[in-house]
């Protein structure tokens, strides 16, 4: 249900009458056929398969069941209750994993979840061979791998005992982050600092210009410049991942995710959805980067559901049988161009679009959503002597150094990244002087903008405040806050 993993508790009961077996417990197709894996299974494993009639209780009744990660309980409970093992063990584990037809088990999605659940409730789980890593990315929890049926009951029995799986998996972050340097961008110091300002406070990004001048570039050098994660957003990126298509892996655990979906993606695809809720690109960028490029290229209709989970971090998909909670705090980075041919403001006046055309590409992005965007940013076309010229470039690691020496004054004042504060906390830690109150008001009239902006320019100021170290904002912070929403406004 959304990330949660749900106990569910298996009975099993044998009477005498017909050989039968059911299942009940609103059980999906797949469940179903866990009755036919489950018989071989056994039977291949050397087990006899009750010649009675069996009966199977999925509980709770009224919670839908999918998938073969029922299997192993399955099959334990039948052994159970045949007293083919011996059954007084085995409320100590929660099982989890489908079977092939010889006993083998399969990997399943979305063990992390489930071992997290496991260790809460202070029991053992025991997951197949392949999920062993991921499961035991859940610190405190008691892992036991296994490859076939077998490996259990000689467990049980104590005739093999497994042994409880560890990793002390640290994947080389740095490996994964500089690919790509922020160093390899010439020029675009103004695009440089805003992608600085957005990666220490959180904050959402559009950049705007015409084609080939690093748009694209920029934005996919921005997980270099992030700050690690704490041990528990590493720990609920991954477990979306664990639940969606794809699955985890390893060797992403505690790097930013970045998502950049095609413009042709459906509303499922970003947003999540499904007959059983799995969660889309917004949440698979959960605590990292949405980059969406060519925005108005997009649906219009999808994006606009982003504008929910981009005030609240988090999206409700509703089905009429349950609703499932996804997290989905996302970092929004987009391009665009700023007319259909791509020129319009261009040096050399190439831009053919009439002013009609101009205005049903920008509509395509509306008001509230461009409200929700921090910093607007224009990335011009660069003379090609400066292009050549430019080699002194900072480091995507220089830049990573400051990000995260800001972003530590914002987690000591208020425990969050500066995106997150809420109107009361901006109360408390974004105060101006006189002065400066007069200038924020003035320019919110003079760009028509709302109150929304109001405290989103605050949260800009206040980062750029900790990215020189103040302990308060500073007309010049307020003024750099201010720039970045100048552009929302600009006659096209
Ligand atoms: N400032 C720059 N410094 C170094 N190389 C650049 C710069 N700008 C553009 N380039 C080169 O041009 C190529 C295209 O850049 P990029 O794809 O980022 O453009 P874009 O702004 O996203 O364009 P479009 O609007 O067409 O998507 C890059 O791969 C790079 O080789
Ligand atoms: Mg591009
Ligand atoms: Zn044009």
Same mark, same amino acid.
């Not at 009750?50 to 709770?60: C, E, G, K, S």
């Not at 399955?74 to 063990?89: E, H, K, M, N, V």
């Not at 994947?171 to 103004?190: F, K």
């Not at 920008?362 to 660069?382: A, C, M, W, Y």
């Given at each position: ?10 009975? $099993? ?9 059911? =299942?009940?417990?609103?059980? #999906? ?17 050397? @087990? #006899? ?5 069996? *009966? ?9 069941? +999918? ?66 890593? +991921? ?49 390899? $961008? ?26 080939? *001048?690093?748009? *694209? ?8 410049? /992030? ?30 995710? @970045? ?10 695809? /970003? ?9 889309? +690109? =917004? ?7 949405? @980059? ?5 290229? @997009?649906?219009?209709? $999808? ?11 988090? =999206? ?56 929700? =965007?921090?910093?607007?940013? +224009? ?28 972003? #530590? ?48 320019? /605050? ?15 500073? *007309? ?17």
């Amino acid at each position: 249900m959304g990330i949660q993993a749900l106990p569910v508790t298996i009975e $099993v009961h044998l009477t005498n009458g017909l050989p039968r077996l059911s =299942i009940v417990g609103l059980p #999906e197709t797949a469940v179903k056929e866990s009755q036919d894996r489950v018989r071989s299974a056994l039977i291949n494993s050397q @087990f #006899e398969f009750p010649l009675q009639r069996v *009966t199977i209780n999925l509980a709770p009744a009224d919670l839908p069941k +999918e998938g073969g990660r029922f299997d192993l309980a399955i099959a334990l409970g039948i052994l159970a209750a045949s007293r083919q093992i011996p059954s007084d063990d085995l409320s100590h584990y929660e099982f989890v994993g489908e079977l092939a037809l010889n006993g083998d088990l399969r990997p399943v999605r979305g063990v992390l979840p489930m071992a997290l659940e496991a260790r809460d409730a202070q029991r053992q789980v025991v997951v197949p061979y392949d999920n062993a890593t +991921e499961a035991s990315m859940v610190s405190g929890a008691s892992i036991l791998p296994v490859k076939h049926l077998l490996d259990f009951c000689l467990h049980l029995q104590n005739i093999t005992p497994i042994i409880p799986y560890c990793t002390e998996h640290t994947p080389d972050s740095a490996t994964v982050y500089h690919i790509a340097d922020l160093s390899d $961008v010439r020029g675009q110091y103004h695009a440089k600092r805003a992608l600085e300002v957005a990666a220490a406070g959180g904050h959402n990004l559009l950049m705007m210009g015409p084609p080939g *001048t690093g748009k *694209t570039m920029l934005a996919s050098r921005m997980p270099g410049i /992030l700050p690690p994660m704490a041990e528990n957003e590493a720990l609920e990126t991954a477990t979306v991942a664990s639940i969606a298509v794809g699955g985890f892996d390893a060797d992403l655990w505690g790097i930013r995710p @970045f998502r950049a979906p095609h413009h042709t993606a459906s509303g499922v695809a /970003l947003v999540g959805g499904g007959s059983h809720p799995r969660p889309g +690109e =917004i949440s698979r960028a959960h605590n990292g980067i949405l @980059f969406l490029d060519e925005l108005p290229e @997009f649906d219009k209709r $999808v994006l606009e559901v982003l504008r929910e989970p981009m005030e609240s971090g988090y =999206i409700i998909i509703s089905r009429a049988a349950h609703q499932a909670e996804f997290p989905a705090n996302f970092q929004l980075v987009a391009a665009m161009n700023p007319c259909p041919c791509g020129y319009r403001g261009d040096s050399n006046n190439r831009c053919q679009c009439n002013p009609q055309q101009v205005n049903r590409y920008r509509s395509k992005i509306s008001g509230p959503l461009l409200d929700r =965007i921090d910093l607007h940013i +224009e990335v011009p076309n660069l003379p090609r002597a400066e292009l050549r010229q430019d080699r002194t470039s900072e480091s995507s690691a220089d830049v990573r150094a400051r990000v995260i020496a800001a972003r #530590e004054i914002q987690i000591q004042r208020c425990g969050k990244q500066n995106s997150l504060l809420s109107s009361k906390d901006i109360d408390s830690h974004c105060r101006l002087k006189e002065n400066d109150e007069r200038l924020l008001d003035t320019a919110i009239e003079q760009l028509g903008l709302s109150a929304r902006a109001w405290y989103r320019i /605050l949260k800009v100021a206040r980062t750029i405040a900790d990215l020189s170290n103040s302990e308060n904002i500073q *007309t010049s912070h307020l003024t750099e806050a201010i720039t970045y929403r100048r552009l929302e406004r600009k006659k096209i």
